[in-house]
């Protein structure tokens, strides 16, 4: 059976989440959804299966504070798998000022909700006008950004051009590898937020070519930096592997969120790697095309990330000859 | 009505048509029944009736099932209901939590006392009296009840902890505290021992009497459901691999050394069950294996199901003789024990 796929729904307080929620809901599209939401009763959602969820963030046995993960969530996911073949999707619409990252990690975390679902895209909805401002105030409207595959830019109708320019260049910023939709109202296309399939960082990079620029470059806004890594050499990948073991054992805490594509040598696939903290994830991607360029890319969100020596550690696992 | 399909000696299989969620026999061994993912029930005969199909949560999933003592069946839903089902089929609903999965659920030895959680919560119905009392709040959300073998006491998992209900005195519950998310709690035959799975690979055996702790860490995965030999002298969970069965005391000296055999190289274990009668364990694995573990041996054979998705749900008749199993495809199948040995 195929996974069903989910769709992470962030957004700061006030930015659009549950007009865009009502518009994916209410949509002539044939699909059932299932929603689940934090705050039980916050709006009204007809039709839908809603289900209640208290806050839950734990620490595991071994103290690690950004391995905390929501029982309930799983515990909801798994309840929703049994209705395989009679839902499309499920998408968790998390509160305004949640850290996205214990819902993701979900994801990562818990073997059974891995095997039955798919993570499917983290969209945020931003506030046009209010953006710069909830910045300075709230690290979770930082965060909610830096964990999406895709940004809507809403109320764009409240700025001006320069505002605009204004608000993507912080959500760039922030994170580098973005898909920034631009809409009033959330009036988006459903495919630009559903079955996105963005989550395994191919169709973004298929959208936006350019996101990963020739060579090393640094962005920083507060403390959340990205890091950039590209060479058009293949990877050894016994080499990477062990590297980004160790690396992520150390400095996971400051990774937000780390994804890439490698060129392997004699490998027909590329291969894909994503992470959220500690814990990562590879596999094969795309075959590359015929007489396509090979080349191998990685970015990392965090903080406190020594750019340099990321550099170093990076070349060091290309293969030379 | 789905007519039975006999796959060997003593097994039968239907088709339910959507996820079997959880089983459960009738209080007098003659029926069993399986919660499904639609909101459905389905109750079959052992002798091998067609299936009956009942709705108690139309519209949403059947999460969980028992039966009650004076025949029917009893079912929580993400609907919210609590709802008798009655030998006939009419449903009738016995209570309502708006916003809440009824998922969590279990039933004392004899039947006559059933607890459902609603969130941190916790229903209990003394159903020959039809009354009900309220255990709670828990610290977080209830994600495992199990009552202990004499029915007094009863077993709540949550976040930080698991917490124990002097049925007769409702007032405090005992907190033990375990960090993480605790899992289905399991007493021990004698009730001395209280194991309990965590979210987080781990299990924990109390010794209720001295409250000293073993702890097992680093587990390949959820160990989401756990048994005990019908001797109590072992534990086991699902998510490994194998048959595992770690012993008991023993595991709380320095080195304990579990027996593991029937090894699965493919498949992690999502399904268990013990039987109460004999030293035997059913044990589902995630290609759909079924096997059927001598716990006097430690040796294990499949049942001839055909394999491909996972086991979902495994329960033994009180009686002992028979099994009931889910699968994920929405199979079921029915094992007779006695037909099975008797006809090799």
Not at chain 2, 40 to 55: P, T, W
Request: aromatic content about 8%; hydrophobic content about 40%.
């Amino acid at each position: 059976m195929l996974p069903i796929p989910v769709t992470v729904l962030t957004g700061y307080l006030g930015a659009g989440k549950t007009t865009l929620l009502n518009r994916i809901l209410t949509q002539e599209h044939g699909k059932r959804y299932a929603v689940i939401v934090n705050e039980f009763g916050e709006v009204g959602i007809d039709n839908e299966l809603v289900a209640h969820s208290d806050e839950e963030i734990f620490e595991m046995n071994n103290g690690c504070i950004c391995c905390t993960v929501r029982g309930d969530l799983i515990r909801m996911v798994g309840g929703l798998i049994r209705r395989k073949g009679h839902l499309d999707g499920v998408i968790i619409e998390t509160t305004g000022l949640a850290d996205p990252a214990p819902v993701i990690q979900t994801f990562f975390l818990d073997q059974e909700t891995k095997e039955r679902t798919a993570l499917d895209a983290v969209v945020a909805v931003v506030d046009a006008r209010h953006f710069q401002g909830q910045l300075e105030r709230s690290a979770e409207a930082r965060e909610q950004v830096i964990f999406a595959d895709a940004v809507i830019l809403n109320k764009c109708d409240l700025v001006d051009e320069a505002g605009l320019e204004e608000a993507r260049a912080r959500i760039r910023e922030l994170n580098p590898s973005v898909e920034i939709i631009p809409a009033t109202r959330c009036d988006v296309p459903l495919e630009k937020v559903m079955g996105r399939r963005s989550f395994d960082l191919l169709r973004l990079l298929d959208i936006e070519p350019e996101l990963l620029d020739e060579g090393a470059h640094e962005h920083s806004h507060g403390h959340v930096q990205s890091v950039s890594l590209v060479s058009d050499k293949a990877v050894d990948f016994e080499r990477f592997k062990k590297w980004i073991g160790e690396f992520l054992n150390a400095q996971g805490q400051n990774v937000y969120r780390c994804k890439g594509i490698l060129h392997l040598p004699g490998e027909r696939q590329r291969l894909v790697f994503q992470g959220v903290h500690m814990l990562m994830e590879m596999g094969f991607g795309m075959p590359w095309k015929e007489g396509e360029p090979r080349s191998s890319k990685a970015v990392f969100i965090g903080r406190g990330l020594d750019s340099l020596a990321l550099q170093i550690a990076f070349r060091d696992c290309l293969v030379t000859s | 009505m789905t007519a039975a399909r006999e796959l060997g000696s003593g097994i039968l299989e239907w088709s339910l048509g959507a996820f079997p969620e959880r089983a459960a026999f009738s209080a007098d061994s003659a029926e069993m029944a399986f919660a499904l993912g639609d909101g459905r029930i389905a109750v079959m005969g052992v002798e091998g009736q067609d299936a009956r199909f009942f709705a108690p949560h139309e519209g949403g999933s059947c999460m969980s099932l028992a039966a009650h003592p004076k025949g029917g069946w009893l079912s929580g839903g993400d609907d919210g209901r609590l709802v008798y089902t009655s030998p006939e089929g009419e449903c009738t609903m016995v209570h309502e939590v708006p916003g809440h999965w009824l998922e969590v659920m279990a039933a004392s030895q004899d039947g006559g006392t059933l607890a459902v959680a609603a969130g941190r919560t916790v229903l209990v119905f003394d159903l020959s009296l039809g009354s009900m009392t309220e255990y709670g709040p828990h610290q977080g959300n209830v994600s495992g009840l199990a009552f202990s073998p004499a029915g007094g006491i009863l077993a709540a998992t949550h976040v930080g902890g698991v917490s124990l209900w002097d049925l007769d005195e409702p007032s405090e519950p005992i907190f033990l505290e375990l960090r993480g998310l605790n899992l289905a709690p399991a007493f021990s035959p004698d009730g001395n021992f209280l194991a309990c799975g965590h979210q987080e690979n781990a299990i924990h055996v109390v010794d209720l009497a001295s409250r000293k702790v073993f702890q097992l860490g680093g587990l390949p995965a959820k160990p989401g459901q756990l048994a005990w030999s019908l001797d109590g002298r072992y534990l086991m969970h699902t998510g490994t691999r194998a048959v595992v069965c770690w012993p008991v005391p023993d595991c709380f000296n320095q080195h304990p050394e579990p027996v593991a055999f029937a090894v699965q190289e493919e498949a992690r274990m999502t399904a268990l069950a013990a039987n109460t009668r004999i030293p035997f364990a059913a044990a589902g694995f995630g290609d759909g294996t079924v096997l059927l573990a001598e716990l006097k041996r430690f040796t294990a054979f499949p049942l001839g199901l055909d394999p491909g998705f996972p086991v979902s749900c495994l329960c033994w008749s009180g009686a002992g003789l028979h099994l009931a199993c889910g699968m994920e495809d929405g199979r079921a199948a029915l094992l007779d024990l006695g037909k099975m040995l008797s006809e090799g």
